[in-house]
């Protein structure tokens, strides 16, 4: 099968060529973002594969299906980027890779709040400069302390284990399919304003669907212990990014540690280092020191790219031999995807 990909990095490149299935299709690499500029150059291949900032909105998907694409392929587990209803309209069949390696997004995220609680990216800037002062980077104990867990699926099971088994923190969780097997190990469920309102800790591992955008916006900061620590590795859109800053700016918000940005398409996986800046919302995120920017490294392991590329590619063999696509497969009703 001809597979166009867009986004694609040097590294993609590498993992997709030296994974198992690769010969069985012809893929072609593109760089830049799946956009209604750039959608016409998949013309006559029939899937696409794209990742989390690719545009796959209504107008964009009608010029794929009119130049012959049948399946796209989702090489990540999010799929807030896709218009599933326009898909389905179009017949075009969606599928994801619903699990690389939770245990990378976990554990990064689990470094994000380590960092952010004892700023250790501060401590780095600062004694690279010659300044081995301790003063401003008092941090605290996790052990003890209450974090919330919103969402806990294959991700949010694994930072809530860590935490609660790892660190000795309690465990406050919400999710539409509360999981048994963290309740045994002392989680406790409750609804997501309950938890802000306790949680030393915030940490965001919900899909972001129309239930969970601005999941964290002014009402429930205003409700937040003072000094609540939030880290996102989900997607940019759970949180109400201005309303983040108001609540840093007045100190209700202690501290910000991010590895998805609402606005990322324009910004995340390039390297701007040589140009101006042009977004004053991250450019204001980026003074403050109690915030951390990452952009969208989470689930950049050797492991998950290998996994990534090898489910992909299977989930094209499958679709050209007939085949279902299992769980892989995202359907328009799937806008609370359940437990793969
Ligand atoms: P998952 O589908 O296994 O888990 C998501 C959980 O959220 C499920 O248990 C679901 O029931 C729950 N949920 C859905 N709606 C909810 C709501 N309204 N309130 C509370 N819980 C709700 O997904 P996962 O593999 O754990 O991934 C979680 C998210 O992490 C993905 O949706 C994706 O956006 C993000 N992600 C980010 C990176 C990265 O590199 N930063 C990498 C992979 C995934």
Redesign the pocket.
């Known amino acids: 099968m001809r597979i166009a990909m867009f986004s694609t990095k040097p590294y993609d490149r590498r993992s997709f060529e030296g994974a198992p299935g690769a010969s069985a299709h012809e893929i072609l690499y593109f760089e830049p973002r799946l956009a209604p500029l750039t959608a016409p150059l998949a013309n006559g291949a029939e899937a696409v594969c794209a990742f989390v900032n690719d545009d796959l909105s209504a107008p964009v998907l009608e010029v794929l299906a009119a130049g012959g694409t049948r399946l796209l392929l989702l090489r990540?587990?999010?799929f807030?980027n896709v218009d599933l209803a326009a898909a389905q309209r179009l017949g075009l069949k969606v599928a994801r890779v619903?699990?690389y390696s939770?245990h990378?997004?976990a554990e990064?995220a689990i470094g994000l709040m380590l960092s952010l609680v004892r700023g250790i990216h501060r401590a780095y800037q600062r004694t690279r400069d010659g300044n081995f002062a301790l003063e401003g980077l008092l941090g605290f104990d996790l052990n003890g302390k209450t974090v919330g867990v919103?969402?806990?699926?294959?991700?949010?099971?694994i930072v809530a284990r860590i935490l609660a088994a790892g660190f000795g923190c309690r465990v406050l969780a919400?999710?539409?399919?509360p999981d048994p097997g963290l309740q045994a190990i002392g989680v406790t469920y409750m609804d997501?304003r309950a938890i802000a309102a306790q949680a030393d800790i915030l940490t965001l591992?919900?899909?972001?669907?129309p239930?969970?955008h601005h999941?964290v916006r002014a009402e429930t900061l205003a409700i937040a212990k003072p000094g609540l620590l939030v880290v996102n590795?989900?997607?940019g859109g759970l949180i109400d990014t201005e309303a983040a800053i108001e609540a840093l700016k007045s100190g209700r918000l202690g501290g910000l540690a991010i590895?998805?940005y609402e606005q990322e398409a324009d910004l995340f996986f390039e390297d701007l280092s040589n140009e101006i800046l042009t977004d004053d919302v991250i450019a204001r995120l980026l003074t403050f020191p109690n915030v951390l920017v990452t952009g969208?490294?989470?689930?950049?392991t050797a492991e998950a790219l290998g996994a990534i590329a090898e489910v992909t590619l299977g989930n094209a063999t499958r679709f050209a031999a007939g085949e279902a696509l299992g769980h892989a497969e995202v359907t328009a009703s799937a806008m609370?995807?359940?437990?793969?």
């Open positions: 990540c587990a999010g807030n619903p699990a939770p990378a997004v990064f919103l969402g806990t699926g294959k991700i949010g099971a919400s999710d539409v399919h997501p591992h919900c899909p972001l669907t239930e969970t999941v590795t989900s997607r590895d998805v969208h490294q989470a689930f950049f609370v995807p359940h437990k793969a």
